[in-house]
């Protein structure tokens, strides 16, 4: 299949994926955020447990782990004896949506996203709303901010690697 027309079918959606995450982190991160840290506590909150919960639906599946997916499977396909810099584009890729996207949102973002999950609202009171978003703002945003550029870089690299011939 290296070489074939699926090959790079599969370098296609693989490219569109990774803009779709690249996209969805970096729009979160210059309109999303902005918005939020304009609420009081109780509403950012109130928002970020929603947004939390809304974010967990098959589209986002779809490109999210998608995108772990088909980079990989890219980078296989574009493997070859003598590696071509198609492949070293891919792989470096792969590596860092795995380690610094995907990672990070797992070790880092969800962990936040979980804990906030598990916060009541309805029965804090002021100071411990304002506790809870100190928890959670900074750190999540740290993270976010992480993932986002290591998603820019991954979909540059991918779109990169379309330009390549395969055999150069």
Known sequence: MKGTSM????????????????GLFYSYSCSVNPGLKALNDFGYLSAM????????????????IGTLILLPLSTYF???????LRF??????SLL?????????ALGNVPLNDAL??????????EQ???????FETSWNAWHALRT?????????????????QSK
């Open 7 to 22: 090959s790079i079918l599969i370098l296609a959606l693989t490219t569109i994926a990774c803009g779709l995450i690249a």
């Open 49 to 64: 447990q929603a947004i939390n919960r809304a974010i967990l639906n098959p589209a986002f599946f779809c490109s999210f």
């Open 78 to 84: 574009s493997y070859t004896p003598a590696p071509s």
């Open 88 to 93: 070293w584009l891919l792989l470096s890729a």
């Open 97 to 105: 949506y795995i380690i610094a996207v995907f990672g990070v949102t």
């Open 117 to 126: 999950a598990k916060f009541d609202l309805g029965t804090a009171t002021p």
């Open 129 to 135: 709303l304002a506790k809870q978003r100190a928890l």
């Open 149 to 165: 550029w290591a998603s820019i870089a991954c979909f540059s690299l991918t779109a990169i690697a379309c330009i390549f011939n």
